[in-house]
Nanobody, 124 residues
Framework: QVQLVESGGGLVQAGGSLRLSCAASGRTFSSYRMGWFRQAPGREREFVAAISRSGVSTYYADSVKGRFTISGDNAKNTVYLQMNSLKPVDTAVYYC?????????????????WGQGTQVTVSS
């Protein structure tokens, strides 16, 4: 069992930055692939970024590549999402998720544990 708690969301102007944090408790953090998803009103939950257990490999949606960076700190059981050059289209609830699968997945159904989400609002 893994518990995930996100923080760091808020209101920011277009072009600004935010850093989201996801603190994990329970089973060893490094046992899971970690991912970030987001969901805007009226839209399906979509993949944003993921990181391998070792932290060596990272994966990004095309829409955030070059602007967002996922990283992890196994000692702190925390994964981060640094978001730069934010746009109004990035407005959504952002969720942290943990997957026990051996390969990266971009589909929410393949993630076993989810946080409660944190709201990110980007104003124009």
């Amino acid at each position: 069992q893994v518990q995930l708690v996100e923080s760091g969301g808020g209101l920011v102007q277009a072009g600004g930055s935010l850093r989201l944090s996801c603190a994990a408790s329970g089973r060893t953090f490094s046992s899971y692939r970690m991912g970030w998803f987001r969901q805007a009103p009226g839209r399906e939950r979509e993949f944003v970024a993921a990181i391998s257990r070792s932290g060596v490999s990272t994966y990004y949606a095309d829409s955030v590549k070059g602007r967002f960076t996922i990283s992890g700190d196994n000692a702190k059981n925390t994964v981060y999402l640094q978001m730069n050059s934010l746009k109004p289209v990035d407005t959504a609830v952002y969720y942290c998720a943990a997957s026990s699968r051996s390969t990266v997945s971009y589909r929410p159904i393949n993630y076993d544990y989810w946080g409660q989400g944190t709201q990110v609002t980007v104003s124009s």
